[in-house]
């Protein structure tokens, strides 16, 4: 940006729009990925549970409590399920994991999403561009926006640039 030029305070303020629009489709995209999550959850357990009944399947049940009636070990049919069960189970913990953090993501996107809704409005009644960079770029660095946006440069990590740019000239 030249210097003789000021910014305009109304760039800063769509700039914010379209941060906040992207950070809500990234909200939008995690929530995908953990409902496609959560759905295998659903048919893991479905399946975990269908196989639960096969293997119990014919088992005796006990007559009384006074002197139950031991099924026989299924031998290694039996120790096969119990570590196909163990093993789904395994699994279903670690998407229920990953479900959890795609959750966390998504608040902290919608979060920041919200942050930047909230500055474009408040830059709306700003006129000086230099201020409306300011506070953008203030914004960005307390929110640590840049770990958001790893394909895109945001404003706070251009001014970063320009300043290092500058020290660097300088010496």
Do not use: W
Not at 33 to 38: G, K, Q, S, T, V
Not at 105 to 128: I, K, P, Q, S, T
Not at 140 to 148: G, I, K, N, T, W
Request: aromatic share 4%.
């Amino acid at each position: 940006m030249d210097q003789s030029d000021p910014p305009d305070a109304a760039a800063f303020v769509e700039y914010c729009r379209t941060q906040a629009a992207l950070c809500s489709g990234r909200v939008q995209q995690l929530g995908e990925e953990a409902d496609e999550l959560l759905d295998e959850v659903d048919d893991e357990l479905a399946a975990l549970r269908g196989d639960l009944d096969d293997a119990t399947e014919g088992i005796a049940t006990p007559p009384s409590t006074a002197e139950p009636e031991r099924p026989e070990a299924g031998g290694d049919e039996a120790e096969a399920a119990a570590d196909a069960a163990e093993s789904a189970v395994s699994t279903v913990e670690h998407k229920q994991t990953l479900v959890e953090a795609k959750q966390a993501r998504m608040n902290a996107f919608n979060d920041l999403a919200g942050g930047y809704a909230d500055l474009a409005a408040e830059l709306d009644d700003v006129e000086d561009g230099d201020e409306a960079l300011e506070r953008v770029v203030a914004f960005e660095v307390e929110r640590d926006a840049p770990a958001y946006f790893p394909d895109r440069e945001t404003l706070a990590e251009t001014v970063a640039e320009g300043e290092e740019d500058e020290a660097d000239a300088d010496e």
